[in-house]
């Protein structure tokens, strides 16, 4: 996969290899893992072979993934990533992770409204959804930012460290735009 999505202060840029070693060390901040079903990886061997998947999901004709590093000035900010689904359902989900020293500064919303865009745009999608655990505040924030709807509440879905934890889904519509 070539795409890389810009905007006015990020560039959302294919995940590589190369990325393992600062993706081991988002995976491994606790704040970033509260609400993170993957868990923090044992070994950079576990992150390598993650690293692997979201590579081998980028590419071919008919990805099954576009997964994103967010950049702003050339520094890694997170990850984000628009997973697909059936191609007769024309669906696909977004989720996103931020460092701890980006939150808060509207990076999360710009790049999902980015993500969405091309999701729409470039892939003619017809729907978007995201799901996080209901104690994620920040999280679900940026979903409601950037236009999604709160279609669900799940009981005891996310298997976090904490525990069973609630889930929300979220979703948006190509139409919702319009």
């Known amino acids: 996969m070539n795409v890389i999505l810009k905007t ?35 070994n950079i ?8 998947d979201l590579v081998k999901s980028n590419q071919g004709e008919q990805p099954q993934a576009y997964t994103f590093v967010i950049e702003n000035d050339n520094q890694f900010d997170g990850l984000i990533s628009l997973n697909l689904g059936r191609a007769k359902y024309k669906n696909a989900e977004v989720w996103f992770k931020l460092h701890p020293n980006f939150c808060s500064k509207g990076f999360a919303t710009e790049a999902l409204k980015k993500i969405i865009s091309f999701g729409f745009n470039t892939l ?20 409601e930012k950037v236009g999604m709807i709160r279609e669900a509440h799940n009981r005891k879905l996310l298997p976090l460290k904490s525990g069973w934890a609630d889930n929300y889904v979220y979703a948006i519509l190509s139409t919702d735009l319009r």
Do not use: F, M, W
């Open 124 to 143: 003619n999608l017809h729907r978007i959804e995201a799901r996080c655990a209901i104690e994620n505040i920040g999280s679900y924030k940026v979903l």
């Open 45 to 52: 061997e576990v992150t390598i072979l993650h690293v692997k």
């Open 8 to 42: 006015e202060r990020l560039t959302l840029r294919p995940v590589t290899i190369g990325d393992t070693e600062t993706i081991h060390q988002l995976h491994s901040i606790e704040e970033v893992d509260q609400y993170n079903t993957l868990g923090i990886p044992e």
